[in-house]
């Protein structure tokens, strides 16, 4: 499966990736190539094969419902870049 | 032309955990901001998500309620987005391989009649911080004390036709989870939230309209009034032969007014796969019998109960059975009273009165279920009057106390001795002789209603104590012998 450029911009864009104009033709070429590679995997008969979820052939482990963070604001919050009243300031965001 | 209105719902429950889905932070409501974000919470690199068995545990309790198939494996995903108040870059979430099953709800509709709403699935997923927009210097504020409170999403099949089914089932859920003791059914801070997904077709019709979804609906209210206007809505554009967009809509409850939030053409393609920071969550049969063996009596087998056991109407049973504190006050009561109709007018009426003026609930009430029956047990064998219950029942509200030692205490008992009564009764005609002479000259058939005089004067002068059965009886007798 060959991508568009314009498959790449919205991946791009969906990732939050600023790719300069000259920089679009190469991801195009790139990441068709491993849709390609995925399409030979999907040749292979997979019928009796479970669907894996994780490499690790383990299941989670839980944690008992305790509280064990206490409050760290102060220190969290001294590498955010702004803060006020508590708050991490961001830039504005408004749906 | 006729339209048949299709809603469909998903609800986001926060489950009742002391701590995070996640990590160990406190889900107290009303905490400082950022004073309950931990590292895991705010995403700091390094750091990894250990899952809380409460939520699990909650989760399946929902599910075995809802006689749903249990996820013996379930599987967590990420679902990823840019928004600042997640701060990971995506939610943790189940898709493909979710905690609970196919289910479902039984809902009554205004008629008595019993509709059945198919649940689709629900899932284990975080809740997201909050953005507080106002104005910080052109900024936005975060608070991500809630990013990572556990949440079920329940979504239901397109099952109701109306904003009447859709509220019935809302409330439904409502008394479910609160009974469950899964969630603390705060609406207003946010503890359950509704989206509704709303189309039309032509009645008759099979193939589904298009659909719009109003999020974040946080009252009964206005979920009733979000559907109203929706359907409206939508009418209105495909009979002026326009065509319904599929959108997100928010609708604002102080102002009634809804609008567009964004439209689905535009949509995040959320790009979910399995989250490689959490391993399958797998559990066993012996897991979910003993999860099967905690659940409370259900609001359903409440009901059923009441009605059965206590005679009780349709409408009372549903309203005690609500919320299952109250369910099993009521039942106590009706059981030390030996009369369950007695017990649910109390229950709701002088009960509800006092604890809706005292801005309190029935898990705080001071009057507890055993004073009440052992009150309720002295009106059963005339000890007392219904009058003066009420006031035993205000001074076991302010002070404490049984019925016994409050009648005891005050000498509240109800004087049902007919000698007494006589005595009373004969002065109050010696002292009221011109009531007597028009009572007298009245026709007989008026007559009934000039009692009434009579009686308060005869239950003033008894201090309320005299038993009012007895007293009617004798009165008439009495000034009925002075009109022959």
């Known amino acids: 499966m060959a991508l568009e450029r314009s498959d790449v911009e919205k991946i791009a864009h969906l990732a939050r990736l600023q790719l300069r104009e000259d920089e679009v033709e190469g991801y195009t070429q790139t990441l068709s190539d491993i849709l390609a590679l995925v399409d030979q995997l999907q040749a292979a008969d997979t019928a009796d094969v479970e669907p894996m979820a994780h490499p690790l052939d383990a299941v989670q482990r839980l944690r008992a419902d305790v509280v064990s963070e206490d409050n760290q604001r102060e220190l969290l919050q001294s590498v955010a870049p702004a803060v006020e009243n508590g708050l991490f300031l961001v830039p504005k965001v408004i749906e | ?484």
């Open chain 2, 1 to 484: 032309m006729e339209w048949e209105t299709v809603i469909g719902l998903e609800i986001h429950v926060q489950l009742a955990t002391k701590t995070k889905i996640f990590s160990g932070s406190s889900t107290a409501f009303g905490a400082e901001p950022n004073t309950q974000a931990c590292a895991v919470d705010l995403a700091l690199p390094g750091t990894l998500p250990v899952f809380n068995e409460n939520a699990l545990r909650m989760a399946v309790m929902f599910g075995l309620a809802i006689d749903a198939e249990i996820g013996k494996r379930s599987v967590f995903e990420r679902k990823n987005y840019f928004y600042p108040d997640l701060p990971k870059g995506y939610q943790t979430t189940q898709l493909a391989e979710p905690v609970v099953g196919r289910g479902h709800v039984d809902i009554e509709r205004a008629d008595g009649s019993t509709h059945r709403v198919r649940i689709h699935h629900a899932h284990l997923e975080e809740d997201a911080g909050k953005s507080l927009h106002e104005d910080f210097h052109g900024m936005t504020g975060i608070d991500l004390n809630r990013a990572g409170t556990p949440l079920i999403e329940i979504v239901t099949e397109p099952d109701m036709r109306s904003a009447d089914e859709a509220v019935a089932f809302a409330r439904t859920l409502h008394s479910l989870v609160t009974s469950l003791g899964i969630c603390d059914g705060n609406m207003a801070e946010g503890s359950l939230r509704f989206d509704v997904n709303v189309s039309v077709r032509p009645k008759g019709t099979e193939t589904l309209g298009t659909r719009t979804e109003t999020k974040n609906l946080n009252s009964f209210r206005f979920m009733e009034e979000a559907i109203e206007l929706e359907v409206e809505r939508q009418i209105d554009v495909l009979e002026s032969g326009g065509e319904i967009r599929q959108e997100t809509r928010l609708y604002n409850g102080d102002t009634k007014v809804a609008r567009a939030m964004r439209s689905k053409e535009e949509a995040n393609d959320y790009r979910y796969f399995p989250c490689p920071d959490l391993l399958p969550i797998v559990i066993d049969d012996a897991y979910v019998e003993a999860v099967r063996a905690t659940l409370p009596i259900l609001p359903a087998q409440w009901k059923a109960t009441f009605v059965e056991q206590y005679g009780l109407s349709d409408y009372d049973a549903s309203v005690l059975s609500s919320n299952n504190v109250q369910a099993a006050y009521f039942d106590q009561v009706a059981k030390a009273c030996g009369d369950g109709k007695l017990a649910a007018n109390w229950v709701m009426g002088e009960l509800a009165k006092h604890l809706n003026q005292h801005d309190t609930d029935i898990q705080a009430s001071p009057v507890s279920a055993e004073q009440l029956g052992g009150l309720l047990e002295r009106i059963k064998d005339n000890t007392l009057s219904g009058n003066i219950a009420k006031k035993v029942f205000e001074i076991m509200w302010q002070d404490g106390g049984s019925a016994d030692e409050i009648i005891e205490a005050k000498g509240l008992k109800q004087v049902t001795d007919s000698g007494a009564i006589e005595q009373i009764v004969d002065q109050v005609i010696a002292n009221n002789t011109k009531q007597v002479e028009q009572y007298q000259a009245a026709e007989p058939d008026k007559r009934g209603k000039m009692l009434g005089f009579f009686m308060g004067q005869v239950m003033k002068a008894s201090g309320g104590k005299a038993n009012p059965g007895a007293v009617t009886g004798i009165l008439k007798q009495k000034l009925d012998a002075l009109c022959d």
